[in-house]
């Protein structure tokens, strides 16, 4: 035990220092396009390519993840982000960017990013073993949220205010760190495989085995869904504050942070309440608490309260996650981890952009974003409905403790 709480300790050291390095690039990158163009389609299509290889490369990559050591992944992940962000610095000081150059670096850590996140959360199981899951899985989530959230935007503003490649710089240095504590993380990490095919074999024999275990392919569903629900108001978060509660562009920045307030507190109570409710009745309150907290968002016009209503909505978000990482975690082999999760990755993350498409509609077509907000909160009370009846005889499943409940056939 005394091992895996090491490796653990040094996963989630990791993956602070990486956090913080993602945080600050996602400042970054926007402020460095800024200075090279103001056309809204091009600052708009930065986030875009960053977001794209999810939905090109989550499927190849957890298939890679499905036969190779996947420390090593990680490792070399966090190793190729260092050097790229280094090089981008080097160009923005040498004074040699464009913004297609910054498009492609986006790109390029996109790809790369893929392969780090997944190789991170598919390493959980192996160094917390199946009776640490939830609170492997909430300290994951409270670093995310303290790394890229909390330090990691105010520095990269901050670094950018001082010199350009200032941020890129830490950003790099962050990645290389992170690749550092990795190796000190002892052991094989390769999943033991019976038989190799090609990738597309092995891809399509993942997603054969997602389909063959309905209560995965729920989950699944669910959580796309929810991801898609979610943005619609997200989306609009920016226009919700300035407009409809009427804040300042100060204050706004101060009422965006409140997410990630409630997100530690989230991560922190998370396993305390799965203890004591269960993993189904926390995941079902939590999807409620979701939709009755953005809900209620639409429905005041007060700062506080809003403030107040979004940091709770972000408490709900985490704990929501936290279930859905640990019964990934219980229920799907090693062998077929990465797969999953490369499927899970692309519905969710395709889900997404879909989301913000239809949150922009909804508030053009409703006349405000709180009508959004009002309109998100009542679909996905609708889907917890349905996501209760969904789920409804899955109490082995949701109760799993050491060995997975789900086998191949």
Same mark, same amino acid.
């Given at each position: 035990?005394?091992g *895996?709480d090491?490796?653990?300790?040094?996963?989630?050291?990791?993956s /602070?220092?990486?956090?913080?390095?993602?945080g600050?690039? *996602?400042v970054?990158f926007?402020l460095?396009?800024?200075?090279?163009?103001?056309d809204?389609l091009?600052?708009a299509?930065?986030?875009a390519t960053q977001?794209?290889?999810?939905?090109l490369?989550?499927l190849?990559?957890?298939?890679?993840?499905d036969?190779?050591?996947?420390?090593r992944a990680?490792?070399?992940a966090?190793?190729?982000?260092?050097?790229?962000?280094?090089?981008?610095a080097?160009?923005v000081l040498?004074?040699?960017?464009?913004i297609?150059?910054v498009?492609v670096?986006?790109?390029l850590l996109?790809?790369v990013e893929?392969?780090?996140?997944?190789?991170?959360n598919?390493?959980i199981p192996s160094v917390?073993?199946?009776?640490?899951?939830?609170?492997a899985?909430s300290k994951?989530?409270a670093?995310?949220?303290?790394g890229?959230?909390f330090?990691?935007?105010p520095l990269g503003g901050?670094?950018?205010?001082?010199f350009?490649a200032f941020p890129?710089l830490l950003? =790099?240095?962050?990645f290389a760190?992170a690749a550092a504590?990795l190796?000190?993380?002892?052991?094989?990490?390769r999943?033991?495989?019976a038989?190799r095919? =090609?990738v597309?074999?092995?891809i399509?024999?993942g997603l054969g085995?997602l389909?063959?275990?309905?209560f995965?392919t729920?989950?699944?569903?669910i959580a796309?869904?929810?991801?898609l629900?979610?943005?619609?108001?997200?989306?609009?978060?920016?226009?919700y504050?300035?407009?409809?509660l009427?804040?300042s562009e100060v204050v706004f920045?101060v009422?965006a942070?409140g997410?990630?307030a409630g997100?530690? @507190?989230?991560?922190?109570v998370a396993?305390?309440?799965?203890?004591r409710f269960?993993?189904r009745?926390?995941?079902l =309150?939590?999807?409620?608490a979701v939709a009755?907290l953005?809900?209620?968002?639409?429905?005041?016009?007060h700062?506080?309260?809003?403030?107040? @209503?979004?940091?709770?909505?972000g408490a709900a978000?985490v704990v929501?996650?936290v279930v859905?990482?640990?019964?990934?975690?219980?229920?799907v082999p090693?062998?077929?981890?990465g797969?999953?999760?490369?499927?899970w990755?692309t519905?969710v993350?395709?889900a997404?952009?879909?989301?913000?498409l @239809?949150?922009?509609l909804? /508030?053009?077509?409703?006349?405000?974003a =709180?009508a959004?907000?009002?309109?998100?909160?009542?679909m996905q009370?609708?889907?917890a409905?349905?996501?209760a009846?969904?789920?409804?005889?899955?109490?082995e499943?949701?109760?799993a *403790?050491?060995?997975p409940a789900l086998r191949?056939?």
């Amino acid at each position: 035990m005394a091992g *895996k709480d090491r490796r653990l300790t040094w996963l989630l050291s990791a993956s /602070s220092a990486s956090n913080l390095g993602d945080g600050v690039g *996602k400042v970054a990158f926007p402020l460095l396009a800024a200075t090279l163009t103001r056309d809204p389609l091009l600052i708009a299509g930065l986030s875009a390519t960053q977001f794209l290889p999810w939905l090109l490369f989550a499927l190849p990559v957890g298939a890679l993840l499905d036969r190779v050591d996947r420390r090593r992944a990680i490792v070399a992940a966090n190793a190729a982000r260092a050097v790229l962000v280094g090089l981008l610095a080097v160009l923005v000081l040498a004074g040699a960017v464009t913004i297609w150059v910054v498009y492609v670096f986006g790109l390029l850590l996109g790809v790369v990013e893929t392969v780090a996140d997944s190789a991170a959360n598919v390493l959980i199981p192996s160094v917390a073993g199946k009776g640490g899951l939830e609170s492997a899985n909430s300290k994951l989530q409270a670093v995310e949220v303290v790394g890229q959230n909390f330090l990691g935007g105010p520095l990269g503003g901050v670094a950018f205010a001082v010199f350009a490649a200032f941020p890129f710089l830490l950003n =790099s240095a962050g990645f290389a760190l992170a690749a550092a504590l990795l190796l000190c993380i002892t052991g094989s990490y390769r999943p033991e495989v019976a038989r190799r095919g =090609s990738v597309r074999a092995e891809i399509a024999g993942g997603l054969g085995w997602l389909r063959r275990n309905p209560f995965l392919t729920r989950l699944v569903v669910i959580a796309g869904v929810t991801a898609l629900l979610v943005e619609m108001p997200m989306a609009q978060l920016v226009l919700y504050g300035l407009e409809d509660l009427r804040l300042s562009e100060v204050v706004f920045g101060v009422f965006a942070s409140g997410a990630g307030a409630g997100g530690l @507190l989230g991560a922190a109570v998370a396993p305390r309440l799965i203890s004591r409710f269960g993993r189904r009745g926390v995941l079902l =309150s939590g999807m409620l608490a979701v939709a009755v907290l953005i809900g209620g968002m639409g429905l005041v016009a007060h700062p506080v309260v809003a403030g107040v @209503l979004y940091g709770l909505f972000g408490a709900a978000v985490v704990v929501v996650n936290v279930v859905l990482a640990t019964l990934r975690h219980l229920l799907v082999p090693s062998e077929y981890l990465g797969r999953v999760m490369g499927a899970w990755r692309t519905v969710v993350w395709g889900a997404v952009p879909l989301g913000a498409l @239809l949150g922009g509609l909804a /508030s053009s077509v409703l006349g405000s974003a =709180s009508a959004t907000f009002v309109l998100s909160g009542a679909m996905q009370v609708v889907l917890a409905v349905v996501a209760a009846w969904a789920l409804r005889g899955q109490s082995e499943e949701f109760a799993a *403790k050491t060995e997975p409940a789900l086998r191949d056939g």
